[in-house]
């Protein structure tokens, strides 16, 4: 699938839609969900366009990959997250399961990072 310009994380990254942002890395931004399903639900996109995972893991750098896979340990870090346990989710496509049931609505990569602070 080519990657489609008119998705609101484009808009993020190029600053003309705002979001809380958490941490910003050379090559990612994670941000807080606007419609959180945890105590704690960051989301962290590539600065470059990609539309899913696979997408993100074959053609990107091996910058890009090291930095967001980094900032995701970053953000366990700076949230607390690691004592009470977290997950991380990269929707992509419309595969739907009982427990897990959003397809990707946003068509720019992104993993969720879901837990809970020990601070809470
Ligand atoms: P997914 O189903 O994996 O594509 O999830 C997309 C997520 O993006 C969903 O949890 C809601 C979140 N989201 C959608 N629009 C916005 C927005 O404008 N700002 C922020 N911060 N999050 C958004």
Known sequence: MEYDKNNVFYKIIN???KADIV???KHF???HDIAPRAPVHILIIPKGYYVDYCDFVENASNAEILDLQ???AQI????????????LLS??????TQFLPEAQEV?????HILGKSSEE
């Open 91 to 96: 929707n992509a496509g419309k595969f739907k």
């Open 107 to 111: 068509m720019h990569m992104h993993v």
């Open 76 to 87: 366990v870090e700076i949230m607390k997250l690691k004592e009470g346990g977290y997950k």
């Open 29 to 31: 931004l994670a941000f």
């Open 70 to 72: 980094k900032g995701i």
């Open 23 to 25: 941490l910003e890395g």
């Open 15 to 17: 600053k003309t839609l």
